[in-house]
């Protein structure tokens, strides 16, 4: 028992164990031991050695980072005790609207759709991947089939969600454009061809 | 070498070439006239002359000759470009001053920020949520139905009348040619200059030259001419851990 | 100085240092001090302390989780010593670096951003098209609305994911052009001073 704190610090399992600490606060899932041994290129049992102490370490009341064990393996989550700060700051006030380039997206789908991404990108003028993804994460719009059959471009089309957060009954009771056109098709085109005028 | 001391023996002028620069800029010598080329070509003698590449002329020669170009190629186009065509002598020349820097300083932080992105790359950090983060629900307040027709229509209005012509350089900037040269090198180990720019137009040539220069001035390339007026081979420089990581870069662009 | 140690785990200041080393450990952001003030009910000036206390804990050699003020806010990230074996576990947010034409162009959008791509081009002297697309695919810069409200060309600006990539405190840590390279007047004195005035 001579000078244990000095032992413990030098100790290459404790350096094994600082390596896990990074490897867990940069991962966005649990890791497994062996997913761990792996990338510190050392084996099972130490990395479970370090882990125990690291869990040590990282406890609930002794620290706001706790590590758990959880079905796929090792992770941090907050401590119990910082729950109420969690909360508050989990809780997204409600948004009041949407980013210029999401409503753009969304009125075309709206009102050409159901309409592939390569379509949206004519018509906006720049790739639509990002923007797409996201509403279709917030349930805005959906996938509506593919272009001409297997092999074409997927397809949205927008949902009920829409037509709720819109207050509207149906997609009939979009605010009309007889201006831009008569027709869906009227309206497309036009579009599409402005958007070949536009500075690139 | 200095550069301004370089004896020019030219239809249009014979001298120094600071004379000629001030009888330029004094609107004394019409640059119409003046064959940049045969500038080009009697510094490329005088450098196979010394046998050895001195790159600080190279340098100063690059910025000289880069602005009489432009100020050449405006005179030349006076239609295509009229708005830049009415600025005095004195204002283009302060334009032009005004977007090499402007280019220049967009290259220097772009250095910077490679320099940056290599010292930072052991920086690792989470991407995205963590794992056990209570999932974040986004709620949308209720929408103006109304507000996507104005999405749309302003989609439709018709773009700005607003020209950009009159800042586009109609002189063939030199990163073009960089480019271009460095794609052939990617592909072959060796390729000759005059090869290349057959077709083009002689100020077109010019520029190509001077990419070339730019090129040597960074290692990238080795240069060869047998004798004045042969073809200037232009090869790979020899292999380099900066080349390769030239390579390997532009894989992933 | 009676039993420090005791005093300190017990002070307010170390339960809130303690909350904060939580809300960081599940955020997906950088943190800014008054986001933490809010999220834990307290003043912006005790979160500061605390959030100084806890970068002496998590600093690097110390600790495989390093806090740092980044992009504008606290974050942690991976201290450099586990740097080999994260390596091993995750692709770099910039796994195979940037072509010379796309730092150029994240040059630009960073000093001059919002900026339209005919603005990018022009200064490059070549179309920015594919460049722009692809840095944006990388997170590392975002649309920020058109140029001349309607109909214009879409703007770019840096993004958050950028600064954190780069490692900078906030775009004002960009080094200043002036010091990077020649200024106009500069370059104009150099075609003067060589041009030298002579008596013609």
């Given amino acids: 028992m001579d000078r244990p704190l000095r032992l413990i610090t030098a100790s290459p399992v404790d350096r094994l164990a600082r390596t896990i600490e990074a490897l867990l606060v940069v991962a966005s899932q649990p890791l497994s031991v062996e997913e761990v041994a792996e990338a510190t290129n050392d084996d099972a049992e130490r990395v479970e050695t370090a882990l125990r102490l690291l869990s040590e370490r990282f406890a609930e009341g002794r620290s706001g980072i706790v590590l758990e064990h959880v079905a796929g393996g090792w992770a941090y989550r907050a401590s119990r005790e910082a729950a109420e700060a969690c909360g508050r700051m989990f809780e997204r006030p409600v948004e009041r609207g949407l980013s210029a380039p999401a409503l753009e997206t969304l009125a075309i789908v709206a009102y050409l759709g159901p309409v592939s991404r390569p379509e949206i990108a004519r018509i906006r003028g720049v790739a639509a991947d990002s923007v797409v993804a996201g509403l279709v994460e917030r349930g805005l719009i959906a996938e509506a089939g593919r272009e001409d059959g297997v092999g074409g471009a997927i397809r949205y089309r927008s949902t009920p969600l829409f037509e709720r957060v819109f207050g509207l009954d149906s997609l009939s009771a979009l605010p009309r454009l007889d201006d831009l056109g008569e027709s869906t098709n009227e309206i497309r085109e036009r579009l599409e061809s402005v958007a070949q005028r536009r500075p690139a | 070498m200095v550069v301004r001391e370089l004896e020019l023996d030219l239809d249009a002028f014979e001298g120094p070439f600071d004379l000629l620069l001030t009888l330029v800029l004094k609107e004394e010598l019409d640059l119409a006239e003046v064959d940049v080329a045969g500038i080009v ?213």
Same sequence: chains 1, 3.
Avoid at chain 2, 121 to 146: H, I
Avoid at chain 2, 168 to 192: C, G, I, K, T
Wanted: glycine share 4%; aromatic share 6%.
């Fill in chain 2, 41 to 253: 070509a009697t510094f490329v003698e005088r450098l196979a002359e010394r046998g050895e590449l001195d790159l600080e002329a190279c340098g100063e020669f690059l910025v000289l000759v880069a602005a009489l170009l432009e100020l050449k190629a405006r005179g030349l186009f006076p239609d295509e470009e009229a708005e830049l065509s009415e600025l005095e002598p004195e204002e283009a020349a302060e334009e032009l001053a005004r977007r090499l820097a402007e280019y220049r300083r967009a290259k220097e932080a772009a250095a910077w920020l490679a320099e940056r992105l290599e010292a930072e790359g052991s920086r690792f950090f989470r991407l995205g949520p963590a794992p056990l983060a209570p999932r974040v629900e986004r709620r949308l307040a209720p929408q103006e139905p109304e507000s996507l027709a104005v999405a749309l229509r302003a989609l439709a209005a018709e773009p700005p009348s607003v020209s950009l012509a009159h800042l586009e350089l109609r002189f063939p900037p030199v990163s073009q040619f960089l480019e271009r040269f460095r794609a052939v090198l990617r592909r072959r180990r060796v390729f000759d200059l005059d090869a290349e720019v057959d077709g083009m137009s002689r100020i077109e040539q010019a520029v190509a030259f001077l990419a070339l220069l730019e090129l040597r001035r960074g290692d990238e390339v080795a240069l060869e001419q047998a004798a004045p007026f042969a073809p200037i081979r232009v090869s790979r420089a020899a292999v380099s851990n900066e080349e390769g990581r030239q390579e390997w870069i532009a894989r992933s662009a």
